[in-house]
C-alpha cells in the first residue's frame, strides 16, 4: 500500500504495472468474481516487483500439532495492515494537527499590532510542513516522526489561517469549513462503498490531468498576483474564485476515493502494519485541501454579502 495523494507522492505506482490501486481486485459494490472479468485484473500488485513480496507472516508453532486433544490451530497472521491500524493512525495524525491549530489560533493572535507576526509564523511552519510531506512522499518507508511532525506544522499553519478568516472575514467560517470537509468525507465514503464512484485507470487519469490544469492555474494567478499586486488574474477572488473553489473540493473529494482504493487494496494484498502511516499522511493531506478550499469558499460568499 502506498500514499495516493499523487499531488505529493509518487507512492500511487508500483514498479511493475502502474497504478497499484487498479488492478486490483472488484470494488465493493462491483460485479462478483467470476461473473465479470475485470479488465484491470493483472495480479496483486504487491506479488511483483514488490519491496513486501516473499514476506511471510509468522505462524503458529502449534498449528499442525493436536495438544491434549485440542483441534488443530489456524495459521496466525501478524503485522499486517488492518482497517483498525489505518483508523488508528489517522485519528492519531488528525488529533495532532487539530491540537497545535487550536494552539496556534490561541496564542498567535490576529490582531492589527500583531497579524504580520502571526502570519510570518504560519508561513514558517507551512513552508517546513511542506518540506517533510515531500521527504515522506519520497522515502521508501513510512516515517511516524515525519508524518506526525507535518501534521504539528500544518496545524500551525491551519490555526492561524482560520483565527484570520474567522475573526476579520467571516464569523464563524472555521466551524463551517469543518462540518463541510466532514460532509465531504462521509459522502465520498458512502458512495466509494456503495459502487457508486469507480476507482479504475480513467478516473485516476482524469483527476490527475483536472489536478495538473488546477495546480497550474493556480501558480499562475499567483506570480500575477506577488508581481502585479491585488489577486492576480482573479481565479481566487469573485464568481472565478467561488467556481475555482468549487472544482478544488471536487478534486480533493477524488482524491479521497483514490486513497479509500488505496487502503482497500492495502489490507486485502497484506501491505505491512506500518504502511498504515502512509495512509494517514494521504488522508490528512487530502483533508486540508477539502477544509482550506472550504475555507476560502466561505470567505468569499460571506465578504460579497
Known sequence: MRSSNPVFSRRGFSRDNGYAGFNAQPQAGGPAVGTQANPYAQGNP???????????????PYAQQDLQGAPPQAPV??????????????????????VTAALAWALLPVD????GKSYGIAIGAALVAMVLGFVQAFKRTASPALILGYAALEGV????VSSVVDNRIA??????????????????????KAGWIRVNRRFYG????????FVLLMAVNL??????????????????????????VLLGACFLALDFKQVEDGIAY?????????????????LVWIYLEFLRLIAILQGND
Open 46 to 60: 504487491y506479488a511483483q516487483g514488490n519491496p513486501y513480496a516473499g514476506q511471510q507472516a509468522p505462524t503458529n
Open 77 to 98: 497472521t501478524t503485522g499486517r495492515m488492518t482497517m483498525d491500524d489505518v483508523v488508528m493512525r489517522t485519528a492519531t495524525t488528525l488529533g495532532v494537527l487539530v
Open 112 to 115: 492589527d499590532a500583531n497579524i
Open 157 to 160: 499553519f491551519l490555526g492561524v
Open 171 to 192: 464569523n464563524g467560517a472555521a466551524m463551517q469549513a469543518v462540518l463541510g470537509t466532514m460532509a465531504v468525507f462521509l459522502a465520498v465514503l458512502v458512495a466509494y
Open 206 to 213: 482524469f483527476v490527475m490531468a483536472a489536478t495538473l490544469g
Open 223 to 248: 506570480l500575477f498576483a506577488v508581481f502585479g499586486g491585488g489577486d492576480g488574474l482573479g481565479f481566487r477572488s469573485g464568481g472565478l474564485g467561488i467556481m475555482f473553489g468549487i472544482i478544488g
Open 270 to 286: 497484506g501491505a505491512p502494519r506500518e504502511e498504515a502511516w502512509l495512509a494517514a499522511f494521504g488522508l490528512t493531506m487530502t
